[in-house]
């Protein structure tokens, strides 16, 4: 077939197809396990939390900074990190979490000084950001069918970490000397860090702009100021000038810090993005989830760990403890395909809604189901249902509003919510269990009213995050869009032969076309330039299958470069659009022939308000099996 100015084949070297199947089939688990691996680093040191005094020879109040400074640490680098994967390539700083967490986790395998702990301890939470960057690698490599279950999976891991890491961690810590659960992390760190460097594909799509270094720093600075009171409020007292002064510094620069984004040209967060409805909700709900996350992970251990003779413990051991706290995380962990069929037929704002449901069940269960072990699994078991499918939820609805370029930083942020919410409910539930307690043998011990206020507060936040998620825009299953043509033989003529028409893909502008791009299974790259043959910066490349459902899509950045993975079928059209620009839309043939592809898009100057006619051969969006959908967005 003759080829035109707009379309060249690179001689890059071929690579197989199998490997990169291989590649791309091992993508989900190792991202997984990568995600399980960082989450862990957040309940690592629960099983010796009490004993961290005397392991680290120094006061009570000190010891407690060993959890906050992983907690901070993450909260700061979510955002960050997610920006960064944006700009310089998700896998690269997906890579660079690891090795820090590795570091940190290796400084503190060697040290009992309280100082060099807390360094470490920062080390392995700034790990955190590992998923949101997993969750826009998905985004970027894997087609739609698969994207759903394994973005779940993604998001659910910092719970399954958290779950499955306590009994692990308590049985280390019960038998050998507690240096060891860093030594541990740290392996597992490096099997990680392994993985990912063979296995993980770097995804082309690059955002643009630079990195807002004073937005991070501002950040970073209000977000510092407001966990510190909110983790230390307790202990310093709530009405303490310190505690007050913190809080009120961290509202003043968070408000300096949100009018500066919203001047600056490349913003660490685009605060436009973040206000929209189904963004800021999403966020908001993200908040309670975290809050009714934690709160069954503070109160059940606590409750089976207290020796009988307080009346209420149930006397169980440490390792037994984390066990019956397994299924939390094992059930968050299978209910990523239970999500992915709830949200294929209703969307995730359903599965989100049934996840809060659930756990609200859970939670009012638990408040009597406190006298016996097997009890406890239960609660465990059904929470994690719940906060399985809520989770799983979160990444979808950001997903769904936000820029494919904006992926890290957008789930990044939806992070940070979620540890927002952790560390209130830690605040929150600590206060409530420290003013119930009782004093067994003179010693203050939690009573079972406060572990019942509990449940009865994580209970309120969920239905909060219900009544909130309520107002979430409907997201109900699009009709399927197919490109039909008289025949099978005109279908595939129009596929390879004439210029595809999608007039009403953006705003009625004119279309335009040429050969088919022919892509083999490495990834479709190339230029969109204007009709000087200049770059078109900022112009959107969208891969459109042939059930009308989006297969890729890319922002080119200011050379006007633009790279997709290109999944094997055929019926694919490639859509280029731009302000200013008539859209083009061509189609593309995506061969298994393992090599990869440059085709170049060539845009015409939109001519005002007029409207190209439908070249002939070209096929029609319709709803099947028949009906023509007028002003369709594609």
Not at 29 to 42: E, K
Request: glycine content about 12%.
């Amino acid at each position: 077939m003759r080829r035109t100015t707009n379309e060249r084949i690179t001689g890059g070297s071929p690579g197989p197809h199998q490997e990169t199947k291989e590649r791309r089939g091992a993508l989900v688990p190792v991202l997984a396990f990568a995600g399980i691996t960082v989450a862990v680093m957040q309940t690592l040191l629960v099983p010796v939390i009490k004993d961290l005094p005397a392991l680290l020879h120094t006061a009570q109040s000190n010891a407690t900074w060993v959890m906050t400074a992983t907690l901070l640490a993450g909260a700061v680098s979510t955002p960050i990190m997610g920006r960064l994967g944006d700009l310089h390539g998700k896998r690269r700083m997906l890579l660079a979490s690891l090795t820090v967490m590795v570091i940190g986790s290796l400084v503190c395998a060697f040290t009992d000084d309280l100082v060099v702990m807390i360094v470490g301890r920062a080390l392995q939470g700034f790990a955190m950001g590992a998923i949101p960057l997993g969750i826009g690698i998905m985004r970027d490599e894997l087609p739609p069918e698969k994207l759903g279950s394994s973005m779940a999976l993604m998001s659910s891991s910092i719970g399954v970490g958290g779950g499955l890491g306590m009994p692990g961690a308590a049985l280390v810590a019960q038998h050998a000397d507690w240096h060891a659960l860093f030594l541990g992390s740290a392996g597992v760190g490096v099997v990680a860090l392994g993985l990912t460097f063979f296995l993980v594909p770097e995804p082309p799509l690059r955002a643009p702009g630079t990195f807002d270094h004073a937005g991070a720093a501002g950040l970073s600075l209000g977000l510092v100021c407001l966990l510190l009171p909110v983790t230390k409020g307790s202990e310093w007292g709530w009405t303490a000038p310190l505690t007050l002064g913190l809080i009120a510094g961290a509202l003043l620069i968070l408000v300096v810090w949100g009018l500066y984004e919203l001047r600056v040209a490349a913003p660490l967060v685009d605060l436009r993005t973040t206000a929209r409805r189904e963004v800021l909700l999403t966020n908001l709900v993200s908040i309670m989830v975290g809050i009714s996350f934690y709160a069954v992970s503070l109160v059940v251990p606590q409750l089976l760990q207290l020796p009988t003779s307080t009346g209420y413990g149930l006397g169980q051991s440490m390792v037994v403890a984390g066990l019956c706290m397994a299924p939390l995380g094992l059930t968050m962990m299978f209910t990523a395909p239970v999500y992915a069929r709830i949200a294929a037929r209703r969307g995730p704002k359903v599965s989100l809604m049934i996840g809060l449901l659930v756990i609200a069940v859970g939670y009012g269960a638990g408040t009597l189901l406190m006298e016996a072990a097997w009890q406890t699994v239960v609660v465990s078991a059904v929470l994690g249902a719940g906060i399985g499918l809520a989770y799983s939820s979160l990444p979808a609805l950001i997903i769904g509003a936000v820029d494919a370029s904006e992926t890290g930083a957008a789930n990044g942020l939806n992070t940070l919510m979620r540890s927002i919410g952790t560390s209130a409910s830690s605040a929150v539930i600590g206060m409530v269990l420290a003013n119930t307690s009782v004093h067994r043998g003179g010693v203050a011990v939690p009573s079972m009213e406060g572990f019942r206020t509990s449940f009865v507060i994580a209970t309120g936040a969920v239905l909060v995050g219900l009544v909130l998620a309520a107002f979430l825009p409907p997201q109900r299953p699009a009709p399927r869009l197919v490109l039909v043509a008289d025949s099978e033989s005109e279908a595939l003529l129009a596929e390879a032969e004439a210029l595809v028409a999608i007039e009403a893909v953006l705003h009625g502008g004119a279309s335009a076309g040429g050969p088919p791009a022919v892509a083999g299974s490495g990834d479709l790259r190339g230029r969109v330039l204007d009709g000087a043959g200049g770059p078109v910066a900022r112009a959107t490349v969208t891969l459109v299958d042939r059930q009308g459902r989006q297969a890729g899509r890319a922002v080119a950045d200011d050379e006007g470069r633009y790279a997709l993975a290109a999944a094997p079928g055929t019926g694919h059209v490639l859509v280029a659009t731009a302000a200013g620009y008539a859209p083009r839309a061509r189609p593309a043939v995506c061969a298994a022939n393992g090599r990869p592809v440059v085709a170049d898009l060539v845009l015409t100057a939109a001519p005002g308000q007029h409207r190209a006619g439908v070249p002939r051969g070209a096929g029609a969006v319709r709803t099947a099996p028949e009906a023509p959908v007028p002003e369709r967005r594609v």
